[in-house]
Structures are given as C-alpha cells and as structure tokens.
C-alpha cells in the first residue's frame, strides 16, 4: 500500500482534567537548564503516560508548539539510612522539544 492510499492519523482528543494529572512537576537541574539553550523542557509525568498524551497536555497547558516528545524510565534506588533499607520511587521523565521561537517559563508555574 502506497504512502498516498493510507488513511491520515488524526491525533487524539484528551480531556482539559485528563491533561492536568499527566504532568507532575518540571525539572530544574543543571541538565535540564542546559536544554532550554536548544528548546527543551523536562518534566516529571505520570508513568503510564504516553508520548501523544504528553504531548497534548503541554501543547494545552502552556499554549505552546511541541515538535517531538522522548521518555525515560527510571526505577528507584534501594538505599540505606541509619542501618535502615528504604527505596526511592520509580518515576518517568519527559523531554519535550518545542518548535523554533517558542519557549515556557518553569518556574512560574501554570
């Protein structure tokens, strides 16, 4: 089948209250500040958020053009405090590129 026979994918439609639970909080890391010099933003998002989802909800939250999306998964280390065994949680963490000439102020919050 030929690229001009498929049909076209329209993206998904995500409630305004669905989209507030996606994103948990940006990150401000020494890393992460680096990224806003090619037009990345980081933030902590639900795990079991995916990449379309992700993207709608800063594209909606912040009136913003997201051009591509890439998560992480991280798993929680198993650490000692005073003799102690404790876990740190498993959290994902969602890079979002904006387009050319758009930007989002993180530390004003929404």
Same mark, same amino acid.
């Given at each position: ?53 992700? $993207?709608? #909800? %800063?594209?909606? &939250? ?6 591509? /999306?890439? @998560? ?19 959290? $994902?963490? #969602? %890079?979002?590129? &904006? ?6 102020? /993180?530390? @004003?919050?929404?």
């Amino acid at each position: 089948m030929s690229d001009a026979k498929k049909p076209k994918r329209t993206p998904p439609r995500y409630e305004k209250d669905q989209l507030y639970g996606v994103i948990l909080s940006p990150v401000i890391t020494e890393k992460a500040t680096r990224g806003s010099e090619h037009n990345q933003v980081t933030f902590r998002v639900r795990q079991d958020a995916p990449k379309p989802l992700i $993207k709608a #909800a %800063v594209e909606s &939250l912040f009136n913003v053009k997201v051009k591509g /999306v890439n @998560t992480m998964n991280f798993w929680g280390k198993t650490k000692r405090f005073k003799g102690h065994l404790g876990r740190r949680s498993d959290f $994902k963490k #969602a %890079v979002v590129t &904006l387009v050319e000439g758009q930007s989002i102020d /993180v530390t @004003t919050g929404i």
